[in-house]
Structures are given as C-alpha cells and as structure tokens.
C-alpha cells in the first residue's frame, strides 16, 4: 500500500492506500474520490483523468508515454505540470505523492 | 414516423453487434449515432491503435474491427441514421417514441442504449466570453472556408485539424495559430509544411501559449492569450478557432428517468433491461455487480438484449434459440444459400 494525497481543486484532500501496481487514475475511482472522470477507463484515449503534479513530484515520476501529451493537449487547462493520472501507476517509490485535481475535466 | 422493432442508440462495436444479434433472431432496427460514420469510440479514438482481446482476433485495429462488423450486419440492410443524435423519448401505449435533433421519429417497443460514454462533441473554450460569440466567430469546425477570406484568424490546438486548417487558411487569411507546446501532434509532413509557412512568414506561430479570453461588442474584436506564468497578450482577430478533440457526454439520455450510476446505467444481467420497461443498456454506458469495459462483454450483452427485446416486439411468439450453423430460418436471414 502506498499513500497518495488527492486534493481537489476546491482545497479538500483525500489520503489514501493505493495499493501498488494500480495507476493514480484507479485509486481515485474506486475510493470514489470526485473530480477524476476517467471515461474511456485507462486506455488514454480521453483526458478526463487529468492531475496537476507540482515540480518536486512531477521529476520523480516515471516519464510521460508517448502520446500522453497528445491527449493532455485536449485537457481542460493542462500546463508543464500535467499529467494523465491513468499512466502514473503506484508503486513504494511514490510513498507520500500528491497530485492536484483541475477545476473540471471537461 | 418509422416503426421499428429496435431502436439501437450508438453504432459502436456493441451496437452494431447487438443489430447483427437482432437481424439472427429476426427484428428490425434502426441505428443512431451522433458521428458522421459507424464504428464509435473504436473509430474516433483509435482506429489505427491494435486491440488484442478480441476472442479469437489475435490482433486488429479499430478500424479493422469496424469493418468487420459492418460486413457483417450487411445483410440485414438496417439502416443508420449518421451525424443525428436522440433527443426525447416519451411512452405511448407499450411504444416508445423518440425524437432525434434532426427531427426525426421512431415508433419503438425497445430501446437499446449502446452509447459507450456518451456522443462525441468537439471541446470548447474555457472561457465564457467565447459563448457569446459561438457559432458566429468563434467556431469548432468549419463549414464554409470562404467566409474566412482576407479576415484575420486565430487557431488554437496541435492536432491534425488545427494544423490542416491553419495551412489551409493561411493561403486566403492572416493566420495565427495558438499552441499550449512546442509540440505539435499533427502528421510530420503537416508539421513541416508549417514550419515553412512561419519562415516565409505566411503565419505566425505562438506555442507555450493557450487562450484567455475573447471580446468584441458586436463582433468579436480581440483574442487575449496567456503563457504558463501568467504573462498575457491580445491579438486582434475576426475569428477564433479552437480544435482540440472531442469530448464526450452523455447528453439527454440522462433525462429519460433511467437509474444512473457514475455515469453509468444499471442493467440486470438476463437481459440488460434498464428500470424502464423496453429500454436496454449495453456495452460501456451499463453496469453491473464485475461490469468490465470491454468489446467482448459488449458482445455478450447485446445478444442478450436483443432477445430481451424480442418478448416485447414479437409479444404473441415464442422465441426459439436457433445456431447460425445449422438453422435454415438463419441462413436464410444472413442470405447463406444451402
């Protein structure tokens, strides 16, 4: 299990136990945390699970797959900060991550 | 008003599946789907993408896939009513009807909802302001390039329908064309060709920047962008473009007093009817306790409807479970000659 901190955009947080293997995107559906659609369910073919991931954070994550920010580019607001929380997948490393949910997805 | 025994509302891999099911056991449908052509997500999303977890396809892309399905309804000669979405349902005597946004109407006793996550629309602005001058000059798509003649255009996006247009246009109109990166993932050839056009200064390219606001009194006047640190520029423009994809939504169906769950439509799992009496949910807009989002259960579960939509089109005969491989009844249906 791996802590990762969603903080909505309204300011509310939700910690919780991911367990590894699953991607951000998945923690957040099945915790029923709001404001990560996730549409089209993992295959990043939307941009409806859209994070904002600040600097300190973004760096250690494994690196954007490639068309990961084809999709971002149909986001709502992306920016160098972005990313699809279906492709961060949870392992120890990201003990403690916290990644920001935008305003709305679509 | 067309009668029909099914009306099938999405013409992705479920629905299209669900009306080859139909024409096996003998009713009629009629198809609906707010994109120009068959195929759904599978066509609109990732037609070049493989899938791998098509029973018994090792391997095809979603326009393979589509294809196939296609083929495979010809047969039934259903017909499909493109680039037209439904709008409203009402029940009349045991029958549905429904009306589309073109105007059009079905007579129906089933409804089967195979609309995935919703019908395509293309993403807006962020921006408020951009409503106001929707459809006038700040647009989504383009039907009519000839309005676009010596006029000052701005175009945001990265994709192919950005950069096509914005080379397009650039023969007739002053373009400037608005990325959020230094990236574009349009076609390479496309990506060239404007780099070309930016060196011989036939456009001018702003990445790194998306758009903030636009304004006007009566026409629309300037287009105010933004940078990631805030910084803000105003350029002067006669329309505003913006291509960045489609987003999409479930849109009506959400008031036709069926139960709704994260989006999703809960089914029983003998027949995939809704709380509503004729009306079935298929494939990803339905869910259900191990509900998986994949094309195989959409399979599975559009041809329990359609016999779930027999009893109700077909209330004085009994249906008889037949295989295609060796009822005649069948093979006469999909034209197989003995």
């Not at chain 2, 009402?90 to 109407?105: A, F, M, R």
């Not at chain 2, 000052?152 to 080379?167: H, M, Q, R, T, Y």
């Not at chain 2, 959020?180 to 060709?193: H, L, N």
């Not at chain 2, 995939?272 to 259900?288: P, Q, R, V």
Request: glycine share 8%.
């Amino acid at each position: 299990m791996t802590k990762i901190k969603y903080v909505e955009y309204s300011g509310k947080q939700h910690e919780i136990d991911v367990s590894n293997g699953l991607s951000v995107m998945e923690g957040a559906v099945q915790n029923d945390i709001p404001g990560i659609d996730a549409d089209c369910g993992g295959g990043m073919a939307c941009a409806t699970c859209h994070v904002y991931v600040k600097e300190d954070w973004f760096n250690k994550l494994p690196k954007k797959s490639e068309g990961e920010d084809d999709m971002l580019d149909q986001a709502y607001e992306p920016n160098s900060n972005s990313r699809l929380s279906c492709q961060i997948i949870v392992s120890d490393e990201l003990n403690g991550l916290v990644v920001h949910l935008p305003e709305k997805q679509i | 008003m067309i009668d029909t025994d099914v009306l099938i509302v999405g013409a992705g891999p479920t629905g299209l599946f669900c009306a080859h099911q139909l024409g096996i056991i003998g009713l009629k449908c009629e198809i609906v789907d707010n994109l120009d052509k068959l195929g759904g997500q599978c066509i609109e999303l990732y037609p070049d993408k493989p899938i791998y977890d098509i029973p018994a396809i090792p391997e095809c892309t979603g326009e393979e896939l589509t294809n196939n399905l296609i083929e495979q309804i010809k047969p039934f000669n259903f017909k499909s009513h493109l680039s037209d979405r439904v709008q409203e349902i009402k029940n009349d005597n045991n029958k549905w009807i429904v009306k589309t946004l073109k105007g059009k109407e079905f007579l129906t006793p089933n409804i089967v909802i195979a609309g995935g996550v919703g019908s395509f629309e293309p993403r807006k602005f962020p921006s408020k302001s951009c409503e106001k001058f929707e459809g006038k000059s700040v647009l989504y798509s383009i039907k009519d390039k000839n309005i676009f003649k010596d006029k000052k255009v701005v175009i945001f996006g990265g994709g192919d329908s950005a950069l096509d247009w914005a080379i397009e246009l650039s023969k007739n109109s002053k373009v400037t064309l608005v990325h959020r990166r230094d990236e574009f993932r349009g076609a390479p050839s496309s990506v060239e060709k404007i780099k070309e056009l930016e060196n011989d200064k036939k456009i001018e390219v702003l990445t790194k920047h998306s758009i903030k606001d636009v304004s006007g009194n009566e026409n629309l006047e300037t287009v105010e962008i933004k940078n990631e640190e805030g910084e803000s520029k105003t350029i002067d423009t006669d329309y505003v473009l913006g291509f960045f994809g489609l987003i999409m939504q479930l849109g009506p169906i959400l008031d036709w007093g069926l139960n709704i769950d994260k989006k999703t439509v809960p089914v029983n799992t003998e027949n995939f009817e809704t709380n509503k009496k004729g009306i079935f949910a298929i494939g990803d807009i339905c869910t259900y306790p191990g509900k998986l989002k994949l094309i195989l259960s959409g399979f599975h579960e559009g041809a329990l409807a359609a016999r779930g939509c027999f009893k109700y089109a077909r209330p004085n005969e009994k249906y008889r479970f037949e295989f295609t491989t060796t009822s005649k009844t069948v093979k006469s249906r999909i034209g197989v000659k003995e």
